[in-house]
Nanobody, 126 residues
Framework: QVQLMESGGDSAQAGGSLTLSCVVS????????LAWFRQVPGKKREAVAGIFTYDGLTYYTDSVKGRFTISRDNAGLSLQMNSLKLEDTAVYYC?????????????????????WGQGTQVTVSS
């Protein structure tokens, strides 16, 4: 069983930066894909960024392109968040899957990840 734990969530000013981290209990190179999701009350959980271990290919939802960067090392996952906006306020979750069977364009589907962290709160204020 792979365990994940997020950290780094905090309060920040609009235009500022935060870095989220996710410690993974397995060597992440043995996994197929990892991702960051976020969720706010009343809204569906949203994929933010994903990364594939084989070649490092990354994906981002349109609203964070150019502002957020996902990265991986063997011990975990990070999300560098720059130019924060009010609408970035959410609980952020890291997720992973070890199954190498899904099309890459399914990266944003939460049912493509079988391991999840507990979440970390990011609050952006003006």
């Amino acid at each position: 069983q792979v365990q994940l734990m997020e950290s780094g969530g905090d309060s920040a000013q609009a235009g500022g930066s935060l870095t989220l981290s996710c410690v993974v209990s397995a060597d992440t190179s043995t996994l197929d894909r990892l991702a960051w999701f976020r969720q706010v009350p009343g809204k569906k959980r949203e994929a933010v960024a994903g990364i594939f271990t084989y070649d490092g290919l990354t994906y981002y939802t349109d609203s964070v392109k150019g502002r957020f960067t996902i990265s991986r090392d063997n011990a975990g996952l990070s999300l560098q968040m720059n130019s924060l906006k009010l609408e970035d306020t959410a609980v952020y979750y890291c997720a992973a899957d070890n199954r190498k069977i899904y099309p890459r364009d399914s990266w944003s589907r939460d049912d493509r990840y079988n391991y999840w962290g507990q979440g970390t709160q990011v609050t952006v204020s003006s």
